[in-house]
């Protein structure tokens, strides 16, 4: 109990002050807090807050934000080249940085990470592991990673994990995202070795293979992403399984837009009572964020700062309108190859200035994230359907079209829709045009029927990032 | 041998001894387990007793009587003070909530320090400085046991501890002989961690260390295997911690050079604890962690914890 208490300690320091954090006294810490569970069946109170969870005083965030931005700028005019020339060229005093300063620099895109990727290795750090984005949107930006971050990172998630007892020992987690996906690979193997947990890092593998390890071979936790999630569940329910054959306690799902059908019948056929549908981008990483039981998207406030900027004036997002999400990772919580308002281009819509009345309503929130700001369809004047509006309304048709394959332009006010015949199977295209346009609040829409062979090049997932094995040949999911 | 010159014989200083030891351990080794069983002290959010807090406890104890040795007497004071104040917070805040507890704890150790300097030229007056301290130390025992137990500390640790301080007593009543200069020279000064009574010219104590040695080998047999360990446990206290205790200077017929009757009652009470211990863990196998004992039967808990009101649920639309 002493050491835990000096533990706590050096570990609070490290983060009022900013320096690196020891990873090791962090693996004790959840030690400690594997103890303490085992001994008394739950943390004591205030667990989250005592180690270091979400501020939620406003004027606590505020100058926590001040801090962190102002200590991560000092260090990248330093050490990265980059934003050694942004910071030089925006001609700001890193002394005085806040978040008042904060509009003179502008946002970094994926862009300058894909052309520029060595001016933003910090000249002090060697990298350890690079990873890859595995999102949808083109070519991806490759990121590189120090030793530091890559212990760290598991150790702050697995601390937190253990402290909710959303991990612990004796769980087995089964991890089907890209193998490309290295960090989220790496974080989600060491958080399990740290907590005492297994960890099955199966990948983007034919779902056969998935499902049996999810029922056969005991896995307590799933992380996946939500198209995967879908041939897994179209996967089990051609076997005819149910609840009952599976062990699983939590689904967690995140990369993509999980609809409220598809989370339901995942709900039904796994047994579980909630699809955790997480946030998490491989540029802007360690800075996540959570959902709560209101649908919210609630910022994690104290690895990063995540600001929501109007997508036609860059300004911070007016409540009600659509902007896009804008993050800072702090120092010392990401140190190889740091980004700094970094314009992820997920979009979100600014939630009404009265605080949410959630169970999280302390920490700072957004709509869940709508789609990629590219993908949006504008109808004329402010009419705009987002990429989630369009999955949901496509999923929820009876023919349970999962994960949802489509194509969708906007002209003259009119939305031109392809979808393949599967998806409507059991409808006339009459009776799908009118549902699918009910569901996204009635424009107009004009349907295209396609073969369902060319399902899948109508719009790409994650799930279509595929590794084979030799053992199952690939069916086609997904109508 | 040195010569006799008390006005009452052996036998009857040892009855009294014996007398006194007896009501000190049942009155806080039964307030330790009613305070277990009535009262949920607050725990830090990580952290559960180890090993580890074994040696540091022992570095503490054994570095104790060289700081009496080397302090002066104010600065030992202080460092009581703040000693029993912080237990005395912990343990009763539960109980009595924050402003009684600071009101208590101000007339407790008050009291205690005014006595001390007022109050020793008569038997009564000693013997009212006894009483207060004796509510005072009790009322630490029971804390600091409460503390210990109720934040993970196992019954292997506790029989480690005695087992390491029956060593701690007869090198420092042999060897090194600190603790008898000790007794005798803090006597009668502030918050001196005794509980006992003066009847005549003598003064009859038991030391804050072995209550709470006692204490918590009770609650932590109770803790980890129920009434009957407990029952044991107590039988043990009983018969190495009072009888044996008090009646060996009679039995053998000894006193030091000061006429005081010093016994290293851990070295006796720790091997028969520490084999008692091994008997329990033979007969019943792994000790219940706190989170068994709570979902058994044995708990009897009121939890003193404020209680938190759920939140209110939304309110609906005043429009439809």
């Known amino acids: 109990m002493f050491d835990t208490g000096v533990r706590q300690f050096r570990m609070a320091m490290g983060m009022v002050w900013g320096r690196r954090l020891d990873p090791a006294n962090v693996g004790r810490l959840i030690d400690d807090a594997l103890a303490t569970i085992a001994e008394f069946g739950e943390p004591g109170a205030d667990a989250q807050e005592a180690m270091g969870g979400s501020l939620t005083d406003p004027e606590e965030q505020l100058e926590w934000a001040n801090r962190g931005l102002s200590r991560t700028a000092r260090r990248l005019a330093g050490k990265s080249p980059f934003y050694a020339r942004r910071f030089a060229a925006a001609q700001v005093d890193l002394r005085k940085f806040d978040l008042n300063g904060l509009r003179a620099i502008p946002v970094t895109t994926k862009g300058d990470l894909i052309e520029q990727p060595g001016d933003f290795r910090c000249t002090d750090v060697p990298g350890y592991l690079a990873t890859r984005t595995t999102g949808t949107t083109g070519r991806p930006a490759e990121l590189w990673l120090s030793r530091y971050e890559m212990e760290l990172w598991p150790a702050l998630g697995a601390l937190s994990s253990v402290l909710r007892e959303e991990l612990r020992p004796g769980d087995i987690m089964q991890v089907n995202v890209s193998s490309r996906a290295t960090a989220a690979m790496h974080v989600s193997a060491a958080s399990c070795r740290l907590t005492g947990a297994g960890c099955r890092p199966l990948g983007i593998v034919p779902p056969e293979e998935a499902v049996?390890?999810?029922?056969?071979d005991g896995a307590t936790l799933l992380l996946t992403c939500p198209s995967y999630l879908a041939e897994i569940v179209t996967t089990a329910r051609r076997r005819g399984m149910g609840p009952d054959d599976f062990g699983l306690r939590r689904v967690t799902v995140g990369g993509e837009v999980l609809s409220p059908s598809l989370a339901q019948a995942a709900r039904q056929l796994l047994g579980v009572p909630l699809i955790e549908d997480s946030y998490s981008i491989t540029e802007a990483i360690p800075v996540t964020a959570r959902s709560c039981r209101q649908g919210h998207l609630h910022h994690d406030v104290n690895l990063g700062l995540t600001e929501l900027l109007d997508l036609e004036t860059g300004e911070p997002a007016a409540p009600g309108a659509l902007g896009t999400l804008v993050i800072t990772p702090f120092f010392p919580y990401r140190d190889c190859m740091p980004v700094f308002r970094y314009d992820t281009r997920d979009v979100a819509r600014c939630l009404p200035e009265e605080a949410p009345g959630c169970e999280l309503a302390g920490i700072p929130a957004t709509s869940h994230i709508l789609g990629k700001a590219d993908h949006l369809l504008h109808l004329g004047g402010t009419g705009v359907v987002t990429p989630r509006q369009l999955v949901q309304a496509i999923e929820a048709l009876p023919a349970d079209p999962w994960p949802a394959r489509y194509r969708a332009t906007a002209r003259d006010g009119r939305i031109q829709l392809i979808l393949p015949a599967g998806a409507i199977s059991g409808l006339g295209e009459a009776e799908a045009c009118h549902r699918v346009a009910a569901a996204l609040g009635g424009p107009d829409v004009d349907l295209t029927i396609v073969g369902d062979d060319q399902a899948t090049l109508l719009r790409q997932t994650r799930s279509d990032l595929h590794e084979t094995t030799f053992a199952t040949p690939r069916a086609l999911v997904g109508a | 041998m040195p010569k006799t010159t008390e006005p009452i014989s052996l036998f009857q200083q040892t009855a009294t001894e014996f007398g006194v030891i007896l009501v000190s351990v049942i009155l806080v080794t039964l307030g330790t387990l009613y305070y277990f069983r009535r009262v949920r002290m607050e725990r830090p959010p990580i952290g559960t007793f180890n090993g580890r807090d074994i040696v540091i406890l022992l570095a503490f104890i054994v570095a104790l009587p060289f700081l009496y040795g080397y302090l002066p007497l104010w600065l030992i004071t202080c460092l009581l003070i703040l000693t029993f104040t912080s237990s005395l917070y912990l343990g009763y805040k539960p109980v009595l909530g924050t402003a009684r507890t600071w009101v208590g704890i101000g007339l407790l150790i008050g009291l205690n320090v005014w006595t001390s300097h007022h109050l020793m030229g008569t038997t009564a007056g000693w013997q009212l400085w006894w009483a207060e301290l004796s509510v005072l130390v009790g009322?630490?025992?029971?804390?600091?046991?409460?503390?210990?137990?109720?934040?993970?500390?196992?019954?292997?640790y506790v029989a480690w501890?005695?087992?390491?301080?029956?060593?701690?007593?007869?090198?420092?009543?042999?060897?090194?002989p600190l603790t008898d200069e000790l007794v005798a020279g803090y006597l009668a000064h502030p918050l001196d961690p005794l509980m006992g009574m003066r009847f005549g010219i003598d003064n009859y104590g038991i030391g804050l260390g072995d209550l709470l040695v006692y204490s918590l080998f009770f609650v932590a047999s109770y803790k980890a295997y129920g009434a009957k360990a407990a029952r044991i446990a107590f039988g043990l206290i009983l018969l190495f911690g009072a009888l044996v205790t008090a009646f060996i200077p009679f039995v053998f017929n000894f006193l030091d050079q000061e006429l005081d009757l010093l016994i290293p009652s851990q070295a006796?009470?720790?091997?028969a604890a520490f084999l008692c211990y091994l008997w329990m863990k033979r007969r019943w196998g792994r000790e219940r962690t706190m989170a068994e004992y709570l979902a058994s039967a044995d708990a009897q808990v009121r939890d003193t914890a404020p209680a938190t009101l759920a939140p209110a649920p939304e309110p609906e639309p005043a429009s439809a």
Do not use: C, E, R
């Open chain 2, 161 to 176: 501890l005695a087992l390491a301080l029956a060593v701690y007593d007869i090198i420092f009543a042999t060897v090194l």
């Open chain 2, 268 to 271: 006796l009470f720790g091997p």
């Open chain 2, 139 to 156: 009322l630490g025992a029971i804390s600091v046991a409460n503390l210990y137990v109720q934040g993970g500390m196992k019954l292997q």
């Open chain 1, 212 to 216: 049996d390890g999810l029922a056969q």
